[in-house]
């Protein structure tokens, strides 16, 4: 795997920042880290806003100003890293259950963090710059949250504060920051399948204007099902008070990883149930008539016979063709599969200016680098029996027959995906904020600019059996699923052909103007107006399918974005808010684009109606939402438009697209959090969504993996134990994920799904003075579940894990 320069030059810049304080303070820690947060008056505001006892009250990711979330007119949940601690929650996805609305993605190809919002895409920020993206089934980075203090979701548009927008809102990861108080901390971590992790934290003043902070992790572990991963990653950062009004923040950060990819988890065997002749639930060998050319196309599909038929109908379990054929601890990870090598650089500068009391600038320059390269395997069909647009098993979409052997459980259609990515990405964000006040009216002005350069080059390769290869060394057939023989070898050593070529540029500016307005104590209004233009460059460079490159093609779209919010506060407790929101998406991000100027932008569009409320003076907070949130004028193509000459149905004169697409998702959602009596506290949320595709004005249901029930609850009692010094805290949490679909029609599944799952965990922790130890047990009742929906599939969700953390913090 290629690696820059400027992957060693931030190693070098992450390892100067420690310098001998790190090798003279290094000592050992709690996960939990909460010895850095036990002076909230040490850490700046981004990182841990307006905190009572174990709640935090205030938040910046909607506004870009420390605003209190009972007063901010926007759908917005905050997880601190007090409960992520708490669960050993190391990565992204590991955080999930604490956020309503927050899920997988439907159709997901295994490929690091695809994840979305009330249905709908994400973007994902550090501290508000950009932090890789969902681009499609090629890449996507795991984002580990060692370096993170909190974690903020944004629900809605954001484009006139985030930039390029996704539809269903932002996850900002808020980054730990140096503290002018001397802190180390340690943490070791063993559990099942070889998981060892350790982490040190150490932050500190250099003189009184200058404080450091290194932040080392590594972790690895052989994984569930093999799905082993490794982690190597550094963080470093300086921050320099230059006087009473300049501050300097320098942060660079080095990660190194390689995360084994499950594109296809637990498959369904394709089973049409439709095509089936006769009636009933039994499936008998004469109700898998062969093909006898109804159609009189003159093509017939594969012939078996009797004794064939009966071998088929015998493997037929009465959830094919609707629920994932359980493998149990085995799966479809070819050893032609290569883990995601995955290499990130991130260099970062900000500088705060306090040009009075009332008024500051905040400006900040990030420059990030990804490359990416794995194999993975992309497609191993079970095809069982289906008449397919009047073929029955016609070939290659039949159950495997090779010389008179029927093979029923057979992997068809398989194809191996070498991609090769690389990213490199220019950001700057200027924030100029401006507090005034007008007899009893107060508000805030922000005007914003920002602008970011994506430089993308991509490049597969596929590698296929003999249903997609006419070259002398295919793939070898998979005759049983259940029990894999598998190819040897390397990818490279079968017969490849480069199917994906291009580099792709995405350039985008805008300015945006907000006001936060405080007409009394009661009522608070926002009203945001953007300004965005998005320039995309694509050029197609040649593969073995279309070997001359292209032209390049371009597309410019620019627009108005604009967000309206009230919120109201009916008591001291309870506040009621509004929120309309628009953004605009860029259109094909990683895909081909076809230089058309005139056509309709893709927007997002958001409507909340919220409540929140507090009680036991502020020891809980909760919210609950009613949503709507679409991304519309989505693009499809006129199945009228004939621009071959040579066809009798040659037709130009109509539109060759349509723009009236929509991904709607509508429902409401609840958080729930408290710390009472310093010893019971709790994170509770629930989701309702439908989510629906709009296709051709054509409403298909729900979006394909999306459930439309989810929640999560996690709760902590700490109790004093009478033989020991020290109290023991127990932890309990349960996640549920409703049903998903996996359907596919083009695939002849048009009923298949994965099941809804409750999935409980539990924990125990003790904390002496400087030691600290915590047991964790995720899936404590061994619940066998899909995590994830596939395409076509569910990844099986992990057997019972235990861990055990060992910390020690000076």
Do not use: C
Not at 285 to 295: C, E, H, I, T, Y
Not at 561 to 571: E, F, I, Q, R
Not at 624 to 637: D, I, K, P, Q, S
């Amino acid at each position: 795997m290629h690696r820059s320069r400027l992957s060693y030059i931030a190693a070098l810049v992450i390892a100067s920042v420690s310098g001998n304080t790190f090798a003279e303070q290094a000592s050992v820690s709690s996960p939990a880290e909460s010895s850095l947060k036990n002076s909230s008056e040490a850490l700046e505001k981004i990182t841990v806003y307006g905190r009572h006892n174990a709640l935090i009250l205030n938040s910046g990711t909607a506004t870009k100003s420390n605003m209190s979330l009972m007063d901010t007119p926007a759908a917005i949940v905050v997880v601190d890293k007090t409960l992520l601690d708490q669960q050993n929650a190391f990565s992204l996805q590991d955080a999930l259950r604490n956020v309503s609305g927050l899920g997988q993605a439907g159709n997901n190809y295994g490929i690091g963090d695809n994840l979305v919002v009330r249905g709908l895409g994400v973007n994902y920020a550090y501290d508000g710059m950009f932090g890789g993206a969902d681009l499609e089934n090629s890449y996507n980075p795991t984002r580990s949250l060692t370096n993170v203090e909190s974690i903020e979701v944004l629900k809605g548009p954001a484009t006139g504060l985030y930039g390029i927008g996704a539809a269903g809102g932002v996850i900002n990861l808020v980054e730990k920051k140096p503290l002018f108080q001397s802190q180390t901390l340690f943490s070791g971590t063993i559990g099942e399948w070889d998981h060892t992790r350790l982490m040190v934290d150490n932050t500190g003043p250099i003189n009184d204007k200058l404080a450091y902070r290194v932040v080392a992790a590594h972790e690895q572990e052989d994984g569930y099902r093999d799905l082993g991963n490794e982690r190597a990653e550094v963080y470093g950062s300086l921050k320099f008070n230059a006087s009473d009004t300049h501050e300097f923040l320098f942060s660079a950060a080095y990660i190194d990883d390689k995360v084994q990819i499950d594109s296809i988890g637990h498959p369904v065997r394709i089973l049409n149930r439709d095509s089936l002749a006769g009636e009933g639930d039994e499936i008998t060998a004469d109700r898998l008539v062969n093909d006898s050319d109804a159609d009189n196309d003159k093509k017939l599909g594969i012939q078996l016979t009797d004794a064939q038929r009966e071998q088929l109908a015998a493997s037929i379990n009465d959830t094919d063709g609707v629920l994932p054929l359980d493998l149990g601890a085995t799966g479809l990870i070819s050893p032609l599969s290569r883990p995601n090598a995955g290499e990130e650089v991130r260099i970062k500068v900000r500088h705060d200016v306090d040009f009075s009391a009332q008024t500051k600038l905040r400006h900040q320059f990030q420059y990030r680098e990804y490359d990416s390269n794995f194999v993975r395997q992309t497609g191993a069909y079970n095809y069982v029996y289906w008449n397919r647009y009047g073929e029955i098993n016609a070939e290659p979409r039949a159950p495997l027959e090779v010389d008179g052997v029927l093979y029923p459980y057979a992997a068809r259609r398989q194809e191996y995906r070498k991609q090769e990515v690389s990213e490199t990405t220019l950001q700057y964000f200027a924030d100029l904020q401006s507090t005034w006040s007008w007899g009893a009216f107060e508000g805030e002005h922000l005007l914003s600019v920002n602008y970011e350069n994506r430089d993308m080059s991509v490049m597969s390769w596929s590698a296929y059996d003999a249903d997609g290869s006419s070259g002398d060394n295919p793939i070898p057939y998979i005759l049983d699923i259940r029990s894999p023989n598998w190819p040897t070898g390397r990818f490279e050593d079968y017969d490849t052909a480069l199917r994906t070529n291009y580099d792709k540029e995405v350039s985008a500016y805008g300015i945006s103007a907000q006001e936060v307005l405080y007409f009394d104590e009661k009522l608070t209004a926002r009203i945001g107006v953007a300004y965005s233009a998005i320039e995309q460059k694509y050029q197609h460079k040649g593969t073995d399918r279309a070997p001359e490159a292209s032209a390049e093609a371009d597309t410019d779209d620019s627009g108005l974005t604009y967000n309206l919010g009230l919120n109201y506060s009916v008591t001291e407790n309870v506040s009621t808010f509004v929120n309309y929101a628009k953004g605009r998406t860029a259109y094909s991000i990683l895909g081909a684009v076809d230089g058309e100027d005139d056509r309709p932008d893709s927007e997002s569009k958001s409507f909340d109606i919220g409540v929140r409320f507090t009680a036991f003076d502020e020891d809980l907070l909760g919210s609950f939402v009613w949503f709507e949130t679409r991304r519309t004028n989505l693009r499809y193509g006129n199945e009228l438009y004939n621009d071959n000459p040579e066809d009798p149905e040659f037709n130009v004169s109509v539109p060759q697209y349509f723009y009236d697409d929509e991904d709607n998702s509508e429902g409401f959602e609840f958080d729930l959090n408290f710390a009472l009596m310093e010893s019971w506290s709790m994170n509770l949320n629930y989701t309702r969504q439908d989510a629906i595709n709009i296709r051709s004005q054509e409403r298909l249901g729900q979006t394909k993996g999306v459930p439309k029930h989810m929640g999560g609850v996690w709760t902590e009692y700490t109790m004093p134990i009478n033989l020991l010094n020290n109290p023991i805290s127990f932890r309990l949490g349960a996640d549920y994920v409703g049903e998903r679909t996996i359907n596919s029609t083009s695939f002849g599944l048009p009923d298949a799904v994965i099941n809804s799952y409750v999935v409980w965990d539990a924990g125990i922790s003790y904390q002496a003075e400087e030691w600290d130890v915590q047991l964790n047990i995720n899936n404590l009742f061994d619940k066998t579940y899909y995590s994830k929906a596939m395409f076509l599939g569910g990844l099986p969700g992990e057997e019972r894990n235990i861990s055990l953390t060992v910390n020690y913090r000076l």
